[in-house]
């Protein structure tokens, strides 16, 4: 078995649209990037890449390369499960926290679970997410910005070895 971890911060902008777990949630304002910008997607990207040694989305996906330019981040998403599938690595199950002062992630969380279960073909329920604000402390309370932390659980099938 191995555990990652992915933490991912976005910075909150006028005209940018608001997508978070692949859903474009209703708001004045939308996160800043070189991609779609979510969040949540990002962290979940670097908890799966960390424990297979391939570095972080960074590496893989350089905010240098006008290929990237605000591409969805299911698009990466579905390259990064790739490499799970080519090493026989399972997916156990992802548990995620958004933390944002501002809008409520709570209507939207079962579409954002929906979505990435698609995917990553997992079953909903290995795919969990929470919401928090920061009771309007910090640059999340202020509504500067979004982030997102995910820590991912995997087993490997026919003993295939992890970095
Ligand atoms: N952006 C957010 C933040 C919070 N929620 C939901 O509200 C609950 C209370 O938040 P606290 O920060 O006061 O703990 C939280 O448990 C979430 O269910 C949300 O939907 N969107
Ligand atoms: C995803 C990438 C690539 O488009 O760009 P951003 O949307 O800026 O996101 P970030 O979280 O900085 O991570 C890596 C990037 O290279």
Redesign the pocket.
Known sequence: MKIGIGY?V?KLVNDRKLIVGGVDIPFEKGLA?????D?LI?AIMDSILGPLGLG???TL???T?QK??D?D?MV?LKEVKNKLKERSIKIGNIDCVIMAQRPKMAPHIKKMRMNIANVLCIDESQITIKATTTEGLGFIGREEGIAAQAVSLFYCQNNAELV
């Open positions: 991912d976005h990037g070189h991609s779609d910008s969040v990002h972080d989305i960074g996906f350089p905010d390369d990237f330019k591409i981040s990466l």
